[in-house]
């Protein structure tokens, strides 16, 4: 089955850059979408589309997309940016094969 | 606000069954796809079942084919997921969120959940 795979946790200090990177065979043909999840509380999303930021989310997160690898990177992390990140994509143009990532532990030091 | 609200979620026996809800408030849930989706303790999430607007489209994932069943009523605003048969492996976090496509497939309002423990 398909798979997109994420590295278990990242740590940056306060005011350093994060990156964070999904990698998976289809990312060349279907976008990557990132999800936020603090503890408790329900995933948001933070970009769309590999790139695109959604109205409200700070201009510190930002995609990119290279081949099979997507990164979303955190410019002057805060402390209020610790918290899980997810990607996600279908495996195919249509919605019924969804896949997430395992998820990133972002520590601020 | 748009919101969604999940709810159902108890402690249950293995072999037991449970009918998890979700409410949608702050817009009408009619013209729009909707997921279940689950994280169990310390995992990641994991998409379980997908519905179109109308149901006449639902999808599964392989994990739970043949025991969960995805349903929707428009007029009450709501999503429904039946758990049958749990197994303990089954513990997690289920949220509904609501599915958008622009190009792909993506969810842009999610519930906060609603907890499912399977345990003897």
């Known amino acids: 089955s398909y798979e997109l795979t994420q590295p278990p946790s990242v740590s940056v200090s306060p005011g350093q850059t994060a990156r964070i990177t999904c990698s998976g065979l289809?990312?060349?043909?279907?976008?990557a979408y990132w999800y936020q999840q603090k503890p408790g509380q329900a995933p948001v999303l933070i970009i769309s589309?590999?790139?695109e930021r959604p109205s409200g989310i700070p201009e510190r997160f930002s995609g990119s997309s290279s081949g099979t690898t997507v990164t979303l990177t955190i410019s002057g992390v805060q402390a209020e940016d610790e918290a899980d990140y997810h990607c996600?994509?279908?495996?195919?143009?249509?919605?019924?094969?969804?896949?997430f990532g395992g998820g990133t532990k972002l520590t601020v030091l | 606000e748009v919101q969604l609200v999940e709810s159902g979620g108890d402690l249950v026996q293995p072999g037991g069954s449970l009918r998890l809800s979700c409410e949608a408030s702050?817009?009408?849930?009619?013209?729009?796809?909707m997921n279940w989706v689950r994280q169990a303790p310390g995992k990641g999430l994991e998409w379980l079942s997908y519905?179109?607007?109308?149901?006449?489209?639902?999808y599964y994932g392989d994990s739970v084919k043949g025991r969960f069943t995805i349903s929707r009523d428009n007029a009450k605003n709501s999503l429904y997921l039946q758990i049958n048969s749990l197994r303990a492996e089954d513990t997690a976090v289920y949220y509904c969120?609501?599915?958008?496509?622009?190009?792909?497939?993506?969810?842009?309002?999610w519930g906060k959940g609603t907890t499912v423990t399977v345990s003897s």
């Open positions: 969120a609501r599915v958008r496509h622009l190009g792909s497939y993506y969810m842009d309002v």
């Open positions: 702050g817009f009408t849930l009619s013209p729009y796809s």
């Open positions: 519905i179109g607007s109308s149901s006449s489209t639902m």
């Open positions: 289809t990312l060349p043909k279907q976008y």
């Open positions: 589309k590999d790139t």
């Open positions: 996600q994509s279908t495996d195919s143009s249509g919605p019924y094969s969804w896949v």
